[in-house]
């Protein structure tokens, strides 16, 4: 396998040198570029080293990609790199095998197996850029710092074609957490698979690689199980204020991991339980610990709805919800919820957990739960985010667990960003732009040393917003601050520099059509007209 692998590379090499001798044939005019600066370019999340050579590489017409064959995984990212330079230039970038006469520069994809899986190095010369990484997910990565290097507009007056001039140098790079996440919140109030997909975009587009779904809460229940049909039909056709509610078949829930799969982003399916559970208690009342009949809920209010927790019927049910989303969720994690839980009684609530995490683990996952499950025993496996409790965390710590960072204060987008916002809540703090990137997680709680963090997730719950447009409100451009903590070592970010990166991401956001938040903070460059969320005074 290495030896054939070996053989292509060599072969590779071969084809590479056919095509640059025809570069050095005079019939291939030498395109004499201004002096560049690659240390100057403004990317997020800047990477752990950045060495300009001042020259370029010119993206043009001449221009194809090619990856290793015997790569997995690299063929697909060097398909997906040829479409974003479509997306941003209009540039028909051939992949491995195209006409070599009209070929006068090369990306090649290649990987390294002596380096980590999401690292990877992109040497950008004059003709060639390469780019070699861990992984197929390292190259991906890369892809998305080739991206940002692409300048917004052409230079038209170098060539008779347009050429996008890419500065030269070399990029080392790797994230600092192996998991760097975001939540949606799809049950106080549904999103759709086309808003999913916008979400993930954005997420691959500054390295981030899990997205969380909150699938299941008082209000809704928004995952068809085939076995328990009545929790869609009955659980998902409401939502926070009475709207129409909604949930994903399987087949859509299957269009959506392979999407994110698409970009390196691993889906982790949430089931709050055992509170949080009004709507599947609602489609069936077997469940329900309360003692109450339950009833459809478009109310904000939590801790009301527990399951009972010691029915054997409840973990049959539970065990049938696991093995049908595990099944479509080829991620380590099942995440358990476990937060809020004020009606189960504290005993039953520990007897919940520790009975529901084996059948986590008997379907191949993972546990993750809010860090309320720290309260209970769990093995070094399980994993606690936590968002509200330090000794909880603190307990998660001590069991051998490691800790994913969510601290409300600091990394929930459903905080207001001051009294003026007109989306949010503000029950944990007020989090401003600035507040949100400048705190680390390793210096966060002192218990908690860099060894037991898993990663930071930024959640989004959604009980003041209820369309696109709300959500990238108080999703952006908070989140592009959270994908950077998470990439990017604490010694090289600070907020003057990152607030003129931030800035320059406008050009993107508006491609995108992000209806983002325009930071007074933030130095857009633009007048408040021009901006999103304008409205005349
Ligand atoms: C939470 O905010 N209830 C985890």
């Known amino acids: 396998m290495r030896l054939s692998r070996l053989l292509f590379q060599c072969l590779f090499c071969f084809a590479l040198l056919v095509i640059f001798s025809q570069c050095a044939d005079n019939s291939v005019p030498q395109i004499q570029f201004p002096k560049t600066d690659l240390a100057a370019v403004p990317l997020i999340p800047k990477p752990a080293s950045v060495i300009a050579t001042e020259n370029a590489f010119g993206l043009d017409q001449h221009t194809a990609i090619y990856s290793g064959a015997g790569d997995a995984g690299l063929a697909e990212v060097a398909a997906m790199l040829s479409d974003y330079i479509k997306e941003q230039t209009g540039l028909e970038v051939p992949l491995n095998g195209a006409n070599t006469a009209e070929i006068h520069r090369a990306v090649y994809l290649n990987l390294s197996e002596a380096m980590a899986e999401e690292a990877y190095e992109l040497y950008i010369s004059r003709d060639t850029v390469l780019v070699n990484a861990g992984s197929a997910a390292g190259a991906f990565r890369a892809v998305q710092t080739f991206r940002q290097i692409i300048p917004e507009a052409s230079n038209d007056t170098l060539a008779p074609y347009p050429i996008w001039p890419l500065p030269s140098g070399k990029i080392t790079d790797a994230p600092r957490y192996a998991y760097r996440g975001s939540m949606l919140d799809v049950a106080r109030h549904f999103f759709s698979v086309e808003d999913v997909k916008k979400y993930l975009d954005v997420m691959a587009y500054y390295k981030m690689n899990v997205l969380h779904l909150g699938l299941t809460n008082d209000q809704g229940w928004r995952i068809e199980i ?9 659980g998902g056709s409401t939502e926070v204020g009475g709207g129409p509610g909604g949930f994903y078949t399987q087949e859509e829930y299957q269009e959506l991991v392979a999407y994110a799969a698409a970009r390196h982003i691993t889906i982790v399916p949430e089931v709050d339980m055992p509170g949080h559970t009004n709507a599947a208690s609602v489609s069936y009342p077997f469940l329900n610990g309360n003692g109450k009949t339950p009833q459809l809920y478009t109310g904000t209010a939590v801790g009301f709805s527990t399951f009972d927790t010691r029915k054997d019927t409840v973990y ?7 093995r049908e989303i595990s099944a479509m969720s080829p991620g380590p994690y099942f995440h358990i919820g476990g937060d809020e839980s004020h009606s189960t009684r504290k005993s039953d609530y520990v007897y919940f957990i520790e009975r529901v995490a084996p059948i986590v683990k008997k379907y191949g996952k993972r546990v993750i739960g809010w860090d309320e499950v720290a309260t209970a025993k769990l093995d070094s496996s399980a994993v606690a985010q936590f ?8 307990l998660a710590v001590n069991q051998g667990m490691q800790v994913l960072f969510s601290p409300a204060k600091k990394a929930y987008l459903d905080m207001q960003y001051d009294s003026l ?6 029950w944990a703090a007020y989090i401003p732009v600035d507040t949100a990137y400048s705190w680390d997680p390793e210096s966060y709680v002192p218990e908690i040393g860099q060894e037991n963090i898993l990663g930071i997730e930024a959640p989004l719950w959604s009980e003041t917003i209820s369309n696109i447009a709300e959500l990238e409100y108080l999703a952006f451009p908070r989140l592009i601050g959270y994908a950077e903590i998470g990439w990017t070592k604490p010694e090289l970010r600070e907020w003057e520099d990152y607030k003129n990166r931030l800035a320059a991401q406008l050009p993107y956001l508006t491609r995108k059509k992000i209806q983002f938040y325009p930071s007074e903070r933030v130095p857009w460059g633009k007048p408040d007209s021009e901006l999103p969320w304008y409205t005349e005074k």
């Open 226 to 234: 085939k076995s328990w049909p009545k929790l869609t039909e009955v």
């Open 387 to 394: 968002w509200a409790d330090e000794e909880n965390a603190t």
């Open 316 to 322: 049959a049910f539970i065990e049938d919800v696991v």
């Open 421 to 426: 916002s007109v989306f949010g809540l503000h």
